[in-house]
C-alpha cells in the first residue's frame, strides 16, 4: 500500500531507537545532578567530624579554665588562644577562626567576626554545625554551647544567681570540602562519559539484531511468486510478529480461495458461453454452406437464421448475467445506495415478465401494498432489481404452463419492522439436499431440461448478503397434498441491514 501523501513515513526501528534513548539522556542529567549532591555530602562528612572535635577540645579547655578562679583574665585568654592556634592551624586552601564567648555574651577569645546561632540552637544538644558567611566568603560552622553555670549577675539580687552558658564556635572556608567533592565527582561522572556512547552503540546493536527478522521475513515474502498464496511459515518469526504472520496467512488464504473462486467461475462462464457459440456458428456455417451450393431453402435459412437468433440471446442473457454477477460482488457497489421502494421495484419487474407469463400461460401476479415509506430500504436499486427480476425468472423458467407465480411483498414481517420479498411458484419444487446446492454459480439440477445458465440464484444471494437480508428457501405448498410442490423463495431484510448495506 502506497504511503499517504505528505505524510513522512515512520521507521519502527528509529521509533524504538527514540524511546529507548530518550529516557536515557533525560536520566543521565538527573544522575549527574544526584552525583553533585552525593559528592558535596560525602566531602562534608569527614571534614564535619574534624571540625566538631576541634570544637569539642576547645570547650573542654575553655571550660577548664573558667573553672580556675584564680587565674586571670588575661592568662586564660593567652591559653585558650594557644589552644586554638593548634586546633585550628592554618593551611593552604581554608582560612580558619574560633570565638569563645563568655556566659555574659563577652568576647573571651578568638574573632568577633562570627555571628551567633539561631535561637533554637542554643537549647539543642551537642555540637551543631551550620554553613555562614565571613567576609563574603562561605564558611562552615560548628558551635557548641557549654552546660549552664552559676555565674554573678549584675542585675541579681544578693543571694541570688541567675543561669547563663558561654558558647564556643569554629569556622573554616570551603576549600578542601570543594576539591574533595569535585575528585568524588571526576572520578563518578567520568567514566559515564565513556559508558553512555557506549551504552547508545549497545542498544543500537542489540535493536538491529532485534529486527533482523523482520528483514529476513521480507526477503522471504520478496522472493515469492505472484501466483504464490501458500502460508508463510510461523516456526521462524519471532513471538512478537506472529500475530502479523497469521493475519498476512489468513489474507493469503482468503486470496487463494477468492483466485481459485474466479478461476473456477471463468472456467464455468467460458463453458457456458462455449455452446451458444458453437451452435451459433454451426448455423451459420449451414446457411453459408446452403447458400454457397445453390441450394438455398427458405425455410431452412429461416430456420438456421432463427437458430442463431436464438444462441445469440442465450449469449447475451448469460453475457448480462455474468455482468450482474461481478456487480453483485463488487464491494464498492455496495457504498452506491440510496432509498428505494422493494413494493416499487417489485411491481415494475412484475410488470416487464407479464408478457412473457403470458406467452406462456402462467398466472404470474403481485401481492402486497402500494409503495410507502414502510416498504423502503437503504439499498442499491440497480442490485435490488437484478434480485426480484432473477426470482421472477428462476420462477417461471420452472413453472410449467397453466401454473401460478407470485411476488410478495411485506411490510413489518413477523412484527421485527423489515420487509419481506417472496416469489412463490406452482413448479415441481426443490429437493430438500439440493437447495443449498442450487445457489452455487452455474448449477443446474440434474434431469432438468429447463434453459438457464445457472448464475440466477447464485446473484440472488450475494445481493442479498451485500443487503445484510436472509435468503431461505422452502416449500410452497403443505406436504401430502396433490399439488406440486412449488418453491418459495424469503429474502427477510432486517430493520438495522434496511439502513446499512454490509461492505464484507
Known sequence: MDAVPGREQRSLFGEILDWMLAPLLLLWPMSLGLTWMVAQGIANRPYDRELANEVRALAQQAAVHAAAPGLAPARRR??????????????DEDLNWYQVLGTRGELLAGAAALRLPADDAATAPGVQLRDDVIDHEPVRVASLWLPETAAPSASASAGAAAPSRALVQVAETLGKRS????????????????????????VWFALARG?????????????????????IAEGDVPEEVAPLVRAINDLLRRLDQGTAAQ???????????KTPLAGLRMQAELA????????????????SLHQIAHSTQRASHMVNQLLSMARAEDAGQALRHQTVDLAAITRDVVRDFVPRALARRIDLGYDGPDPSPATQLQAEPVLLGELVRNLIDNALQYTPAGGTVTARVRAGA??????????????PGIPVAEREAVFRPFYRLPDTAVEGSGLGLAIVREVAERHGATLSLEDARPAGTQAPAGARFSVRFAPAAAADLTTA
Open 179 to 202: 576539591r574533595l567533592a569535585t575528585e568524588i565527582i571526576k572520578g563518578l561522572i567520568l567514566p559515564q562519559f565513556a559508558i553512555l556512547p557506549l551504552a547508545v552503540l549497545l
Open 211 to 231: 529486527i533482523r527478522p523482520l528483514a529476513e521475513l521480507q526477503q522471504r515474502i520478496r522472493r515469492r511468486e505472484s501466483t504464490d498464496l501458500s502460508a
Open 263 to 273: 478461476r473456477h467461475f471463468l472456467a464455468d462462464a467460458a463453458h457456458q458461453l
Open 78 to 91: 593567652a591559653e585558650i588562644e594557644q589552644l586554638a592556634a593548634l586546633l585550628t592551624r592554618q593551611d
Open 288 to 303: 453459408a454452406r446452403a447458400i454457397d451450393g445453390g441450394r438455398s431453402d427458405p425455410a431452412a435459412v429461416r430456420h
Open 414 to 427: 413477523d412484527g421485527g419492522g423489515g420487509a419481506l420479498l417472496q416469489v412463490e411458484d406452482s413448479g
